[in-house]
């Protein structure tokens, strides 16, 4: 059965989903396979957003904030990754919502040029949210006892 403390890990899978689904989306439209350009950004999508429904019960149900342990030069390098996922993480959920919808009214003039903005937004919450889930969770920056 998983367990509110499996949550995290289960994040760091779901973006590392969404990563590959943008990834093969991006190229299927870029070879001009819109079915399969429309699958993998729609799996994108409610990829990101069981991330969103886990991420929130983990951190409701966790009391909310896990703490870096990482000591020197890394501390800052995590905290601008942080920052910046933080940040575009809030802004992709209304960019994504409204880019989705342009696709599925068949306005994609407004579509390209909406996704041109937030698939690279999207791709780099995906990539970070599992940069940072390693940075927390693999022990690598413990500090020394």
């Known amino acids: 059965m998983l367990a509110i403390r499996d949550l995290p890990d289960v994040n760091a899978g779901l973006n ?3 990563s590959f689904l943008l990834i093969g989306g991006f190229i299927a439209i ?3 396979k819109v079915a399969f350009h429309k699958r993998c ?4 999508f409610a990829t990101s957003m069981l991330f969103l429904v886990s991420y929130l019960t983990h951190k409701i149900a966790s009391g909310g904030i896990t703490h870096f342990r990482g000591q020197g030069v890394i501390r800052p390098v995590y905290f601008t990754i942080l920052i910046t996922h933080t940040i ?7 960019l994504t919502i409204t880019t989705l919808t342009f696709a599925l009214r068949g306005r994609f003039d407004r579509h390209k040029k909406l996704a041109r903005i937030t ?3 999207w791709l780099y919450v995906s990539v970070t949210g599992v940069v ?14």
């Open 41 to 44: 950004m729609l799996g994108a």
């Open 16 to 18: 590392a989903l969404a």
């Open 132 to 145: 940072i889930w390693w940075m927390l969770y693999s022990g690598h920056f413990e500090p020394l006892s």
């Open 119 to 121: 698939w690279p937004i």
């Open 88 to 94: 575009l993480a809030v802004a992709i959920v209304p």
């Open 30 to 32: 870029k070879r001009g």
